[in-house]
T-cell receptor
Framework: DAGVIQSPRHEVTEMGQEVTLRCKPISGHNSLFWYRQTMMRGLELLIYFNNNVPIDDSGMPEDRFSAKMPNASFSTLKIQPSEPRDSAVYFC?????????????FGEGSRLTVL | AQTVTQSQPEMSVQEAETVTLSCTYDTSESNYYLFWYKQPPSRQMILVIRQEAYKQQNATENRFSVNFQKAAKSFSLKISDSQLGDTAMYFCAFMSTGNQFYFGTGTSLTVIP
């Protein structure tokens, strides 16, 4: 079975440009999470969807960040305009909804560098 | 709010020796899951072991075992017979009944040949 698929794996962009990160969760998983990882702050939860509905977006840093999940098999995280401090690895993760349904499965991450 | 604390930013161990990574957490919930994830240099997050809070018996997966002390809110990971491939960042994580995950800041483990 395919795991969580993220694209792109690496992105280098100039400050002010729009960045879109993409995620395809594991089929049958209806909870999806976006995390940001930096050396300074570790793994930060940005937003969490359940059945395509955002449940908790309190971790989204500011209005420049937005996330969507138009259907069960696709989600995007958009940064517009991007800034150098957004440079980080962004992970998407999915799991089946429910308490006893197992662990979180992660994608390989998207490394973003904003110059 | 749930918090997860890993107080050891870096650790090292000789190959074939045993090492213990510490994790404490804070919660008011009575049932929850705890996890240890491994992140090697490839940056892929890999599940190492998990423990459900209402189970008294400590989880074990081959060379990996946990010491779960619910009253003390402690969840340490013991790696026996350390191997070079164990070199990685290790994250402790808490999952609430609300299906949300909280991660510690990680412990960077180096296995020395």
């Amino acid at each position: 079975d395919a795991g969580v698929i993220q694209s792109p794996r690496h992105e280098v962009t100039e400050m002010g440009q729009e960045v879109t990160l993409r995620c395809k969760p594991i089929s049958g998983h209806n909870s999806l999470f976006w995390y940001r990882q930096t050396m300074m702050r570790g793994l930060e939860l940005l937003i969490y969807f359940n059945n395509n509905v955002p449940i908790d977006d309190s971790g989204m840093p500011e209005d420049r960040f937005s996330a969507k999940m138009p259907n069960a098999s696709f989600s995007t995280l958009k940064i517009q305009p991007s800034e150098p401090r957004d440079s980080a690895v962004y992970f998407c993760a999915s799991k089946k909804t429910g308490f006893n349904t197992g662990e979180l499965f992660f994608g390989e991450g998207s490394r973003l560098t904003v110059l | 709010a749930q918090t997860v604390t890993q107080s050891q930013p870096e650790m090292s161990v000789q190959e074939a020796e045993t090492v213990t990574l510490s994790c404490t957490y804070d919660t008011s919930e009575s049932n929850y899951y705890l996890f240890w994830y491994k992140q090697p240099p490839s940056r892929q997050m890999i599940l190492v072991i998990r423990q459900e809070a209402y189970k008294q018996q400590n989880a074990t997966e081959n060379r990996f075992s946990v010491n779960f002390q619910k009253a003390a809110k402690s969840f340490s990971l013991k790696i026996s017979d350390s191997q070079l491939g164990d070199t990685a960042m290790y994250f402790c994580a808490f999952m609430s009944t609300g299906n949300q995950f909280y991660f510690g800041t990680g412990t960077s483990l180096t296995v020395i040949p």
